[in-house]
């Protein structure tokens, strides 16, 4: 496949997106896009007119039509999903500017000649060869990352978990007697750890994954709906890290997910310090096909929460 | 000449390690100065000169190999200047397993803030290549 650009009017050529309001504090959108949805050469095509010249030549670097989409669909993605938050005027996906940080995450460039105005957005991307996703939050660092929920690993999970998680974690995951439910705990681990280590945005050797451990923490809440109050016994997610004080762990909030049917994704935020110290992060969660189909899927089985099992 | 000679050697002298006891029995086999230096200082790097490093070209043949096992890898697509992501599509989870074929192949434990830096073929040779603890 090779990315033809045809000199198309952008507005002729495809709708608007929908607008969308800003995540509040604390909130997340998730945005999710399934390459095998998305077979029409033609959109294919007019997605590739939304990248820069440099994006471009980075998807027709990747070798092979499957690396080739899966590059194409992820840049289009972020492009599309940030174009969406521009409330004043429509925002043009092509006129976005990126960058890498210090530590080389990507994050949005705003510069004063572009007619529109500057956002407070964060976002994170993560893709798998059969889904593709973007977190946003507002002001908030965010990190993510999905797997396969069948992903099979090439080495031993125990001598792995050895190599690379805490002392903590690898007794976790020993005392799991079923291989099966073991292999699952540790994809989802694995995704906690890594959408941690994004959301710091200092790179994986900055923080390696043997310096910290996640776990489920046991926490009781109180419910204050009607018809009286009860208590709730939920699971936290939660980090802690061992040597880096000035990074207080408590800052973060973790959410696991199943996606999908066929994913387990981890969000990892920074909680905003004008939250609660037990406000929730509320999630919203939609499918997309940029410019064709958004569908909501929250509160639907597309979207499962792993992290709070709340019995009552 | 000799004074030239005398003077370089004294600037070049390496710090004194013991002869072989062998050598120094009979005193008239001790070898002249520039023998002494060079030997001493062959015995001082040895360790790492000789037969530690690995030779490039085996390794580069042993890092494919482990690289081309990888069952969702397309092996024609493994050459030396292969990008892990980029050319082979590889994630952040099959980059850490490759990292861990590549410490049981040869042996050594690759530190996290090196592997990082593992986006190739060729620089996970070099790395390997650059490591007297590889096997």
């Known amino acids: 496949m090779n990315i033809r650009c045809f000199q198309r009017n952008f507005s002729a050529a495809l709708p608007p997106l929908v607008p969308l309001q800003l995540p509040s504090p604390m909130e997340t959108h998730l945005w999710y896009v399934l390459p095998d949805e998305v077979k029409s050469w033609g959109l294919l095509n007019q997605y590739s007119e939304l990248l820069s010249p440099c994006e471009r030549e980075g998807v027709n670097r990747m070798r092979g039509d499957q690396l080739k989409k899966r590059a194409l669909l992820a840049r289009a993605l972020v492009r599309t999903t940030i174009a969406r938050y521009q409330t004043n005027s429509q925002m043009n996906p092509r006129s976005l500017k990126f960058r890498k940080n210090l530590y080389g995450k990507p994050e949005v460039e705003w510069r004063d000649e572009d007619n529109f105005s500057p956002l407070p957005l964060q976002f994170n991307l993560s893709h798998t060869s059969t889904m593709i996703a973007c977190g946003v939050t507002v002001n908030v660092p965010i990190g993510i990352d999905i797997e396969e929920k069948q992903r099979r690993t090439k080495n031993n999970l125990i001598a792995f978990a050895q190599r690379y998680f805490s002392a903590y974690e690898v007794k976790v995951l020993t005392t799991i007697s079923d291989p099966e439910v073991q292999r699952q705990e540790f994809i989802k681990l694995w995704t906690l750890k890594e959408a941690y280590v994004k959301a710091l945005g200092k790179g994986f050797s900055a923080v390696p994954f043997k310096t910290f451990t996640i776990r489920f923490r046991e926490t009781t809440l109180r419910n204050f709906h009607p018809p009286g109050s009860s208590v709730s016994e939920a699971s936290d997610i939660i980090v802690e890290s061992f040597d880096d004080p000035t990074n207080p762990t408590n800052n973060w909030q973790f959410t696991l997910l199943e996606v999908a049917g066929s994913h387990y994704g981890a969000i990892c935020i920074k909680k905003d310090r004008t939250a609660g110290a037990n406000e929730l992060m509320k999630l919203t969660v939609w499918k997309t096909v940029p410019f064709v189909e958004d569908v909501c899927v929250s509160g639907t089985d597309a979207v499962v929460d792993l992290g709070r099992i709340i019995e009552q | ?135």
């Open chain 2, 1 to 135: 000449m000799a004074a030239v000679r005398g003077a370089l050697i004294k600037h070049l002298r390496v710090n004194a390690t013991p002869l072989p006891l062998l050598l120094l029995r009979n005193p008239k086999t001790i070898p002249n100065g520039l023998f002494n230096l060079t030997f001493n200082a062959i015995r001082r790097f040895s360790d790492e000169v000789m037969g530690s490093f690995l030779d490039k070209s085996e390794v580069t043949d042993r890092v494919l190999s482990v690289v081309k096992n990888f069952q969702k890898v397309d092996p024609s697509k493994v050459t030396p200047n292969a990008h892990l992501q980029k050319d082979l599509g590889l994630d952040s989870l099959d980059t850490v397993e490759v990292v861990m074929a590549l410490e049981e192949e040869f042996g050594f434990e690759i530190p996290d803030n090196e592997a990082d830096k593992i986006s190739t073929i060729n620089h996970a040779v070099e790395f390997i290549a650059s490591h007297p603890q590889a096997k």
